[in-house]
């Protein structure tokens, strides 16, 4: 059965990096409404760390979910967005696996970034969503984990590792790649390092 989207796009006016995944897990998995909301996911704990020092600045402990509101307000100071690859998807199994994704609907992402007019750089966190974004861009290099390629027009595309403790990857190694590219995108001096 096709799913359609279930967020809207989060669009800052001022924000220079889009983060684009391949599309939600299933809602059972959800601990907020709003993008990377499973709580095993380390996406928000990444930003919390590169950006306050503190792996669970986002992170309510008692409660078992992010901190949605201070998310959102943090993301608008910071001019970061979010959105998916595909519109609507069969899920093929009953998973947040992108292996059992099949994409019914694309991303129009070029009308996403026209909504941004400062946006600078798309980051993807899976294989999938950089495939799709090579893709719609007619690109035929797809990026090794952990590099960046130019899409055209000063827009620059950086493959993160996946923020899914599936992935094979130390915590500390996937906050320096993600530290690395908010530094070049958004001069972020005030990035922790470690």
């Known amino acids: 059965m096709t799913e359609r989207h279930p967020l809207q796009p989060f669009l800052p006016a001022n924000a220079k ?4 995944g391949s599309f939600p897990p299933p809602k059972k998995r959800w601990c907020m409404e709003f993008y990377y909301p499973n709580f095993l996911n380390d996406h928000w704990r990444l930003e919390g760390e590169i950006w306050f020092h503190d792996k669970n600045h986002f992170v309510d402990l008692e409660r078992k979910c992010f901190k949605k509101d201070e998310i959102i307000a943090f993301l608008n100071e910071k001019g970061i967005a979010f959105f998916d690859t595909a519109m609507a998807v069969n899920r093929l199994k009953d998973n947040a696996s992108d292996a059992f994704l099949e ?3 694309r991303t129009d992402i070029r009308a996403l970034l026209a909504k941004m007019p400062q946006c600078k750089a798309i ?4 294989e999938k969503a950089t495939v799709e974004v090579c893709e719609y861009f007619n690109i035929s290099e ?11 027009n000063d827009l620059v595309l950086y493959r993160l590792p996946s923020s899914s403790r599936a992935y094979p990857l130390a915590f500390e190694k996937k906050a320096e790649a993600y530290r690395k590219m908010f530094e070049e995108v958004l001069s972020c001096q005030q990035c922790h390092k470690q």
Do not use: D, M, R
């Not at 990096?17 to 684009?20: E, I, T």
């Not at 980051?123 to 899976?126: D, F, I, L, M």
């Open 123 to 126: 980051a993807t966190t899976g």
């Open 103 to 105: 994409i019914v609907e």
């Open 17 to 20: 990096v889009l983060f684009l």
């Open 142 to 152: 797809i990026p090794a984990p952990n590099s960046k390629i130019t899409l055209g």
